[in-house]
T-cell receptor
Framework: SQQGEEDPQALSIQEGENATMNCSYK?????LQWYRQNSGRGLVHLIL?????REKHSGRLRVTLDTSKKSSSLLITASRAADTASYFC??????????FGKGTSLLVTP | GAVVSQHPSRVICKSGTSVKIECRSL??????MFWYRQFPKQSLMLMAT?????????EQGVEKDKFLINHASLTLSTLTVTSAHPEDSSFYIC????????????FGSGTQLSVL
């Protein structure tokens, strides 16, 4: 069942600005992952953060995890038009399957 | 990184026909494969989990006789949509995993099914 909830549902920014997306979940997790999906395409894994980690960086991406609040955030710095896509958080529990949130649609305009 | 190949990428069929979608892990052994379904502008919904050599486990509300899943080898899983109807039109995505619980999933590029 779906348990991640992202906000905002849609975000529009200009190139060079930072984009922040938040994700909340309901139950205990082993890890939380962020994925990107371009329209009509498959998913691309961006970053994985384990339940015992609080922050992780990968290039222009920064992910935080607060297990006490059951929330995570994804920050994309210095955004580019090519970052336009939908972003999903997904949590992984002992059942191994990934449960996806509803996603944030990001539009970066030149 | 690991590659998951999914075919076909797009299929259009008449109502009542069956459609088979293949998902292959190209450079690793996928002990578990997951099948997801995505409607336009919505999230991915897990349909079923299949382990090699075992019967698939379906999520609540997913008809196992409608969506046949076969995972006969460690590199191939298939999803067959039987007697497809227009309401089955959707984007279907497979993903593969090894046994490591913390391993990220590798996704196929998806199949857009349109049933006329």
């Amino acid at each position: 069942s779906q348990q991640g909830e992202e906000d905002p549902q849609a975000l529009s920014i200009q190139e060079g600005e930072n984009a922040t997306m938040n994700c909340s979940y309901k139950t205990s997790i082993n890890n939380l992952q962020w994925y990107r999906q371009n329209s009509g395409r498959g998913l691309v894994h961006l970053i994985l953060i384990r339940s015992n980690e609080r922050e992780k960086h990968s290039g222009r991406l920064r992910v935080t995890l607060d297990t006490s609040k059951k929330s995570s955030s994804l920050l994309i710095t210095a955004s580019r038009a090519a970052d336009t896509a939908s972003y999903f958080c997904a949590t992984r529990m002992t059942g191994y399957a990934l449960n996806f949130g509803k996603g944030t649609s990001l539009l970066v305009t030149p | 990184g690991a590659v998951v190949s999914q075919h076909p990428s797009r299929v259009i069929c008449k109502s009542g026909t069956s459609v088979k979608i293949e998902c292959r892990s190209l450079d690793f052994q996928a002990t578990t494969m997951f099948w997801y379904r995505q409607f336009p502008k919505q999230s991915l919904m897990l349909m079923a989990t299949s382990n090699e050599g075992s019967k698939a486990t379906y999520e609540q509300g997913v008809e196992k006789d409608k969506f046949l899943i076969n995972h006969a080898s460690l590199t191939l899983s298939t999803l067959t949509v039987t007697s497809a109807h227009p309401e089955d039109s959707s984007f279907y995505i497979c993903s593969a995993s090894t046994v490591n619980l913390n391993e990220k999933l590798f996704f196929g590029s998806g199949t857009q099914l349109s049933v006329l």
